[in-house]
């Protein structure tokens, strides 16, 4: 849709309610390929020059923000008692109706994305896509061939849940690498645990074949490139 109502541009893109866009479009705050427009229900092209407030606009219908989520933040839009992920985007980077693509546990670390688009989050996250997710995980024991071929053949949880294939390499110590398509409740937690193993720290690398950089910092974020989105959807 290249039109759109001029308040729910400006709300959409500067961060602020419809209320605060309505009430400062009537102010003129804003303005049009050079003339101020002061009625909130306008249809306005998005390729149109737009400046809110003396800032210019760059239209984009979604954003989509990689995170190297930290420890002890919850992976939820918002919370009245506790800090969230979407707290933590910066406000250059802020926009209406922000969630997390998917969960991680509060004190799993590493990849997560932030978006607006609930189209791209859906099929990110749906088994049916079979999109992998990379982790690692450091464990209290070490992972044996057998494991490796429980998990290949489908784990079964303590409950009767039935997972999907997983991919489950050994690595240096006792520190393991999982790839799943799914994301139930702490699965990976629960999964380890069938075959006597707990998990003394997990991190997501990988999401799809889009990785988490070192120069990404926890709790840092930066918006992704288009090459990256699409990356999602690929595999190794």
């Known amino acids: 849709m290249t039109e759109q109502r001029f ?52 239209y984009k ?39 997390p693509v998917g969960r991680l546990d509060k004190d799993t670390t590493g990849l997560l994305i932030i978006t607006d688009d609930g189209e791209f989050a859906h099929n990110a996250i749906s088994p049916k896509k079979d999109i992998l997710k990379t982790y690692v995980a450091e464990l209290d024991g070490e992972v044996t061939e057998q494991m490796v071929d429980i998990f290949a053949n ?9 997972c999907k294939k997983a991919y489950l390499k050994p690595l240096y110590g006792n520190k393991a690498e999982i790839k799943i398509s799914e994301g139930k409740y702490h699965q990976i937690k629960r999964m380890f645990g069938t075959v006597g193993l707990g998990v003394n720290e997990l991190s997501r690398v990988a999401f799809g074949t889009l990785h988490l950089t070192d120069d990404l910092k926890p709790g840092g974020c930066r918006e992704l490139e288009t090459w990256e989105i699409k990356a999602v959807f690929c595999r190794d």
């Open 154 to 162: 489908g784990v079964v949880l303590a409950d009767g849940t039935v």
């Open 61 to 99: 219908e979604h954003i989509y923000i990689l995170m190297n989520k930290p420890k002890g933040v919850l992976s939820a839009s918002s919370d009245k008692k506790k800090q969230t992920v979407v707290d933590l985007v910066p406000g250059r980077l802020k926009r209406n109706n922000l969630f």
């Open 7 to 58: 308040d729910k541009i400006i709300a959409s893109q500067f961060n602020i309610s419809r209320k605060d866009a309505r009430t400062g479009i009537r102010k003129g705050k804003g303005v049009v390929d050079g003339q101020v427009i002061k009625d909130p229900a306008a249809q306005i092209s998005v390729n149109s020059q737009i400046v809110y407030g003396g800032k210019t606009l760059n």
